[in-house]
T-cell receptor
Framework: DVKVTQSSRYLVKRTGEKVFLECVQD?????MFWYRQDPGLGLRLIYF???????EKGDIPEGYSVSREKKERFSLILESASTNQTSMYLC?????????????FGPGTRLTVL | AQTVTQSQPEMSVQEAETVTLSCTYD???????LFWYKQPPSRQMILVIR????KQQNATENRFSVNFQKAAKSFSLKISDSQLGDAAMYFC???????????WGAGTKLIIKP
């Protein structure tokens, strides 16, 4: 059974803290994605990676960075958390090109920044 | 910019009846793919159905089918014999000009009335 796991389901942090969100997939997928999900806005892509150590900015990369040191792991980093980063964060992975392949999602991390 | 529009923030349907969720998209690509994903409450997002734009035939998966109108850039999802387990957020997505990214709609919350 394919699986994408995220390190936390719920997380509460203070403004200015450094926050790490981790995502692990066991499907040997090349591509991994970090999305932010807000009501009425759908899913917005923060960053994606198509290979180890490779990363591409998505639509809303400001205030975020990512790391992919191993194929199965993709980390999202909030260098200095702010209240406007309170959101649901979804990780996904896929094989190959977007049209040909399904994205598999993790359960999400609901982050609250106080 | 390429966009995907879901004009119905919320829909409700009586159990066992049929419901149609709307989606329109805007792409300049000649070859593209369209998707419907489902996100049940507190559960992971999963793929419902996928349509290749060059295929005339509408995709179907059991009780789920699409009405793909290429000229109108419309891609609606029909759910027949609605079940309580169909209650979820439904997201429409399209490939864009990137090989890896999807463009996502804002989502439609589907409520099933018993």
């Amino acid at each position: 059974d394919v699986k994408v796991t995220q390190s936390s389901r719920y997380l509460v942090k203070r403004t200015g803290e450094k926050v790490f969100l981790e995502c692990v997939q066991d499907m040997d997928h090349e591509n991994m994605f970090w999305y932010r999900q807000d009501p009425g806005l759908g899913l917005r892509l923060i960053y994606f990676s198509y290979d180890v150590k490779m990363k591409e900015k998505g639509d809303i990369p400001e205030g975020y960075s990512v790391s992919r040191e191993k194929k199965e792991r993709f980390s999202l980093i909030l260098e200095s958390a702010s209240t406007n980063q309170t959101s649901m964060y979804l990780c996904a992975s896929s094989r190959g090109l977007a049209g040909d392949n399904e994205q598999f999602f993790g359960p999400g991390t609901r982050l609250t920044v106080l | 910019a390429q966009t995907v529009t879901q004009s119905q923030p919320e829909m409700s349907v009586q159990e066992a009846e049929t419901v149609t969720l709307s989606c329109t998209y805007d792409t300049s690509e000649s070859d593209y793919y369209l998707f419907w994903y489902k996100q049940p409450p507190s559960r992971q997002m999963i793929l419902v159905i996928r349509q290749e734009a060059y295929k005339q035939q509408n995709a179907t998966e059991n009780r789920f089918s699409v009405n793909f109108q290429k000229a109108a850039k419309s891609f609606s999802l029909k759910i027949s014999d609605s079940q309580l387990g169909d209650a979820a957020m439904y997201f429409c997505a399209s490939t864009g000009d990137s090989n890896y990214q999807l463009i996502w709609g804002a989502g439609t919350k589907l409520i099933i009335k018993p």
